[in-house]
Nanobody, 124 residues
Framework: QVQLVESGGGLVQAGGSLSLSCAAS????????MGWFRQAPGKEREFVAV????????YYADSVKGRFTISRDNAKNTAYLQMNSLKPEDTGAYYC?????????????????WGQGTQVTVSS
């Protein structure tokens, strides 16, 4: 099991940038794939991005491709989500999650460990 704490959320104008961090504690962070999800008010939690154990493979939702970048630093037990060209529809609570599953990592049920979330609000 791994414990996750997100930080870096806030209020930003459309077109701006934010960088989220996800600090992990517990065993063997480098053996987990790390995902980011988001949830807007009244909507289901949706996949944003995932990065493999070693950082060599990434996958993004179409809605954020080309604007967001997921990365990780295993020496610091931290995953990141750099968000550029933000839009009002990016508003929501952003969650990081950890998994040892290998496939279908765009689905919530593949992630047993979750952080508490950090709020991102993009004003128009």
């Amino acid at each position: 099991q791994v414990q996750l704490v997100e930080s870096g959320g806030g209020l930003v104008q459309a077109g701006g940038s934010l960088s989220l961090s996800c600090a992990a504690s517990g065993r063997a962070f480098s053996t987990y794939a790390m995902g980011w999800f988001r949830q807007a008010p009244g909507k289901e939690r949706e996949f944003v991005a995932v990065i493999s154990w070693g950082g060599g493979n990434t996958y993004y939702a179409d809605s954020v491709k080309g604007r967001f970048t997921i990365s990780r630093d295993n020496a610091k037990n931290t995953a990141y989500l750099q968000m550029n060209s933000l839009k009002p529809e990016d508003t929501g609570a952003y969650y990081c999650a950890a998994t040892r599953y290998l496939v279908r990592l765009y689905t919530r049920d593949k992630y047993p460990d979750w952080g508490q979330g950090t709020q991102v609000t993009v004003s128009s």
